[in-house]
């Protein structure tokens, strides 16, 4: 079940209580005309008003909480993040503020379209052990379902024994002894009579938890996905910057050779070789601890992905494709699409149900036991007419004192459902402000990216007239290892700003639950 995100208002929660919701959808002692005792008398009667008061379902009836959001996210407001149109390939809905809801793309990484990354992030999501765990503990809560469901049906249990006793004289009205051998076997049935919707509400909440399990799972592999991306984005960064560090060492190294040559000749100073032997080392040493980070990037990868001995080869996060923008006021109801905005109404669905159960635990429980089977002494009348044996009946419960435990169980349980509400309505707020936070570096960033672009083309035209003027004697050294120095740090800076863009966008993606599709 998904939440309603009203909009129109700012953020607003008003806390349905326990003591809000209807106490329950049935009248629980309407027994006008019927004693106890009458009942009592009569187990046939009781039955038939157990069987009609089957449909109660004492406890609150679950109710989506109010959240009131802003109908949409308020884009920055940047000439060059111009978004693009939006696609929906299956259906489109429009919000209470008549913006249109956005397809989301669940293999949203696709949208970067590096077959590499692609590998890796199947790879992760097929061998991952957090993503394992998750399974697994699918696999245990829907074991609990069907625990809870087995209640709703009668058991049924065979039982069988044999025994063969004697008695002594002594204790023998006629002074001899007596043996004796007993044969008998049966099928022997109970089932408790859900007057009160008390084994429905547990069946409810065990299958909101077994729902909160499998979006605990898609959140788990969303957020495996996320890492994976922004892990190799950082990779295919340093790769970036080893390229750029690697032209720092090729320029400073013709630069060295300039200077020394004109060094022979009478024409400079040592001063300049020197400066421009440590300019070279800084870089090389620049270049070094790059080439460390990566290594252990690509460990990272190999450990998320299960592929400890994972080798990826040599790539540039400037030849990545940046995925589409998001359109311009995107809709506020697209956090529903989170996994973990849908777990925590599972959870609050669960703890919900778990105040039915125990407001029943309050009242008393009826059952119905049966036995039919053979019971002889003597091995040749053993099932036979003569030998068969049955019961049935009808058995009341009433809890008359329990010093506090039926009340402290069902204060406990409200208290636990007020607990999810509130965990629910942070994990909303949390998601509405992820989303707008990732909205903001996306766009920011690629006005960022624009300006360092500017930035490489002029400081890369500098460094080369530099080094044309110095060659030919117009200007000094210090001209030379100046506009080395911007221009490599720029260039650094571009790269930087672009992986920090494309993780932006791998954000953004996360705190949406998934992506989107532009037209040409």
Known sequence: MKPVLTTNRMLQLRKTTASEMPKNNCSAGRLTGTSWQRVARSSLLMTVVSLSLSGCLLGPDYQRPDLAL???YNAPDVDAAKSAPVTA????????????????????????????????????????ADIQIALARIRMTEALAVQAGAALYPTLNLTASGTRAT???????SGVGVQANTSQVGLLTSYELDVWGRVRRNIESATAVASASQYEKDSVSLTVAALVSNLYLRLRSLDAQMAVLKDSVRTRTESVKVAEAKLQGGLVSPIDVNLGKAALAASQASLSEVTRQRAIAQNQLGV?????????????????????????????????????VNRAEQDLIAANARVGVATAGLFPSFSLVGLFG??????????TSQSSVWSAGIGLLQPIFSGGLLQGRLDYAKAQQQESLGAYVKVVRNAFGEVSDALISV?????????????VQASTKAQELAALRYAAGYV????????????????????????????????LFKALGGGWVATP
């Open 70 to 72: 802003p109908a949409r």
């Open 89 to 128: 390939p299956t259906s489109t809905a429009a919000s209470a503020g008549g913006a249109v809801q956005a397809p989301v793309n669940a293999q949203w990484w696709t949208l970067f379209g590096d077959a590499t990354l692609n590998q890796l992030v199947q790879v992760a999501s097929e061998d991952n």
């Open 167 to 173: 008695s002594g004289p002594s204790v023998s009205v």
């Open 304 to 340: 998320l992905t299960g592929k400890l001995d994972l080798t990826i080869a040599a790539g540039d996060v400037r030849q990545l494709p940046a995925p589409p923008l998001p359109p311009e006021g995107l809709p506020s109801t697209i956090v529903e699409s989170r996994p973990d």
């Open 374 to 383: 053979a019971q002889s002494v003597a091995f040749s009348s053993f099932l």
């Open 443 to 455: 766009h920011q960033t690629l006005q960022t990216e624009q300006y360092l672009q500017q930035q």
């Open 476 to 507: 000094d050294f210090l001209n030379v290892l100046e506009s080395q120095r911007v221009a490599n740090e720029a260039n650094l800076a571009f790269v930087i700003n672009r992986s920090a863009r494309l993780q932006a966008s791998v954000d």
